[in-house]
Antibody, heavy 122, light 111 residues
């Protein structure tokens, strides 16, 4: 079964840092690009970052550029998001999301994790 | 940044009746590779989103055929032919032509 499981969320003070992890299983992780998205309580969805399978291509949303860093370890089937300089506006559920490419077809967001909640508060 | 505007934001529907959601983009979603990367996602209460439709009109694996997508360029539509109880939730359009952005979401509920 294809699965993505996020971890590392929790309560952090403003200005603090947190590192999220996403464990992938059920597929060849290195062959897929993955993203981080988030959803603030009661709000819509926001894309944060993208990393290709070989880590050669990395993109960030303007809202997190310079504060968040995405990385992956294909040997460990894991994706990471290092978050620094956190503010109350970063409070959200953070999702790890896979893109797939099969037979010439891109399926963006074909698998989502359950999410991990990050709360930034003093 | 590409802005997606969904209408309506709320859609009360009678069971068994159709529902339609519009998604309009601030610019063409045709990618330089010729494809249009417009997807639709469903988020049931308390659940993460799941992919329903990709590249305008392709149903993802396991998605019932009562869901269909259409459109081109800047105007897209998701249709549910006969709404069932399990369809209650929020529906988002998402573009992946230029990074990713989402519509505001449309809440589908039963009248």
């Amino acid at each position: 079964e294809v699965q993505l499981v996020e971890s590392g969320g929790g309560l952090v003070q403003p200005g603090g840092s947190l590192r999220l992890s996403c464990a992938a299983s059920g597929f060849i992780f290195s062959s897929y690009s993955v993203n981080w998205f988030r959803q603030a309580p009661g709000k819509g969805l926001e894309w944060l970052s993208y990393i290709s399978g070989n880590s050669r291509t990395i993109n960030y949303a303007d809202s997190v550029k310079g504060r968040f860093t995405v990385s992956r370890d294909n040997a460990k089937n894991s994706l990471y998001l290092q978050m620094n300089g956190l503010t109350a506006g970063d409070t959200a559920v953070y999702y790890c999301v896979r893109d797939s490419y099969d037979g010439g077809d891109y399926r963006h967001g074909d698998c989502w994790g359950q999410g991990t909640l990050v709360t930034v508060s003093s | 940044e590409i802005v997606l505007t969904q209408t309506p934001l709320s859609s009360p529907v009678t069971l068994g009746q159709p529902a339609s959601i519009s998604c309009r983009s601030s610019q063409s979603l045709v990618h330089r590779d010729g494809n249009t990367y417009l997807s639709w996602l469903q988020q049931r209460p308390g659940q993460p989103p799941r992919l329903l439709i990709y590249k305008i009109s392709n149903r993802f694996s396991g998605v019932p055929d009562r869901f269909s997508g259409s459109g081109a360029g800047t105007d897209f539509t998701l249709k549910i032919s006969r709404v069932e109880v399990e369809d209650v939730g929020i529906y988002y359009c998402m573009q992946a032509t230029q990074f990713r952005t989402f519509g505001q979401g449309t809440k589908v509920e039963i009248k």
